[in-house]
Each structure stands twice: as structure tokens, then as C-alpha cells.
């Protein structure tokens, strides 16, 4: 156990929907990354909070957000669901925004099925 | 931009024996880690080994080891007396050691999905 958890586990929805994915970091961790991992394009890196503030953008759709809350939590919306946005979404935490010794510790996943 | 690259989409070994997974990067710093990630059937993304792209000592972790050479940008893990409990899919990922940009997240390679026949 990481330390790191993720909810809901699994989430089936339709196309055109939205939904909201949601990470609670490991105690005392201040950076929240989201990673999405689907078949054709593997582990992406999506976009980093550190302490409430956007810390830096990957390869995030317009459609999809995220925040991260006072009390360190993060939230991914997705929006306008498409049945290629259907992924295992990847939350991750660590101590620093970046540097050495900032090891990333995964949470179990959201698995989200658009049909 | 950095890369990484894994070319061995499926790796198969024999349990006991020993097997080599690759792994190459592409950067312009000098300053970086690189990593081996594990996931099993359930998912879950789990550090198996990392290296420090200063220190020349390839890093050793019970039966896993890398063999890291910098000049060439390859990173690979060597898996010995190789279990059942191995077989996983295979993620090498780099991770810039500086502040700054979009260098604090990691960088994944497609993987590679190791077997481990009885």
C-alpha cells in the first residue's frame, strides 16, 4: 500500500458524459500528479499540482481538469467523454514539486469504461 | 524533449533463470533518474529500482539490477533466479533531477511484458 488513494475504483459512463476522478495523497506529500494509461498511448503524464497550484502540464486534453483542494486532495473532470478517453487514470503524490530525492509514490488507479 | 524507448514489446524467461530487459533514453541533461516500474495483473504501479544518473555504480536491489551506461543512454534491468511472481508488465521511466518546467513528472517507456514459464 502506497499510501496514495484513488476513487472510485471503477467507472463506466457514456460518451458526452462527465465525471470526476479523485486522489488523496500520502500524509504529508504536497505534489498530486495525474497519469493516464491506455493502450495506444501508454503512461502519459497528464498535469501536476504542488500545494494547491498548477505545477506543470503534459499531454491534458481542453476537456479534462484538474485542482487540487487546501487540504491537498485532487480532482480530474473529465468532460464531453469520448470512448477513447477510456483509460486507467493514475494518481501519484510526492514530497517536492521537482528536484532529487522527490520520489513518486502511484495510487491503485481509476479504471473509467466509456461506452 | 526526452524519450524513452523499449524495444522488447514481450521478454519471456524460464523460472530460475535470468533475463535482461532494455531500455533507451534520449535527453540533453545531465542530471536525471531513471527508474524500473513493475505492474502486475492488478494494476498497481510499483518501484522496483532506480539510479542516479551521477553516481556510476549501477544499482542493485536483491535479485534486480541495472546496467547503466550513461554515454550510451541505456538503462537495463536484469532480472535473476526469476520467480513466478515476476511476471508483470515492465515500465522504464526517466524523471529530470531538476526544478522547473515539466521536469518533476516521469517519463515512461511503452513497456515490456515479461513471462515466466514454470
Known amino acids: 500500500d502506497s499510501g496514495v488513494t484513488q476513487t472510485p475504483k471503477h467507472l463506466i459512463t457514456a460518451t458526452g458524459q462527465r465525471v470526476t476522478l479523485r486522489c488523496s495523497p500520502r500524509s504529508g506529500d504536497l505534489s498530486v500528479y495525474w497519469y493516464q494509461q491506455s493502450l495506444d498511448q501508454g503512461l502519459q503524464f497528464l498535469i501536476q499540482y504542488y500545494n494547491g497550484e498548477e505545477r506543470a502540464k503534459g499531454n491534458i486534453l481542453e476537456r479534462f481538469s484538474a485542482q487540487q483542494f487546501p487540504d491537498l486532495h485532487s480532482e480530474l473532470n473529465l468532460s464531453s467523454l469520448e470512448l477513447g478517453d477510456s483509460a486507467l487514470y493514475f494518481c501519484?503524490?510526492?514530497?517536492?514539486?521537482?528536484?532529487?530525492?522527490?520520489?513518486?509514490?502511484f495510487g491503485p488507479g481509476t479504471r473509467l469504461t466509456v461506452l | 524533449a526526452q524519450t524513452v524507448t523499449q524495444s522488447q514489446p514481450e521478454m519471456s524467461v524460464q523460472e530460475a533463470e535470468t533475463v535482461t530487459l532494455s531500455c533507451t533514453y534520449d535527453?540533453?541533461?545531465?542530471?536525471?533518474?531513471l527508474f524500473w516500474y513493475k505492474q502486475p495483473p492488478s494494476r498497481q504501479m510499483i518501484l522496483v529500482i532506480r539510479q542516479e544518473a551521477y553516481k556510476q555504480q549501477n544499482a542493485t536491489e536483491n535479485r534486480f539490477s541495472v546496467n547503466f551506461q550513461k554515454a550510451a543512454k541505456s538503462f537495463s534491468l536484469k532480472i535473476s533466479d526469476s520467480q513466478l511472481g515476476d511476471a508483470a508488465m515492465y515500465f522504464c521511466?526517466?524523471?529530470?533531477?531538476?526544478?522547473?518546467?515539466?521536469?518533476?513528472?516521469?517519463?515512461f517507456g511503452k513497456g515490456t511484458k515479461l513471462s515466466v514459464k514454470p
Open positions: 535527453t540533453s541533461e545531465s542530471d536525471y533518474y
Open positions: 521511466a526517466y524523471r529530470s533531477a531538476n526544478y522547473g518546467g515539466s521536469q518533476g513528472n516521469l517519463i
Open positions: 501519484a503524490s510526492s514530497v517536492d514539486w521537482g528536484g532529487p530525492y522527490n520520489e513518486q509514490f
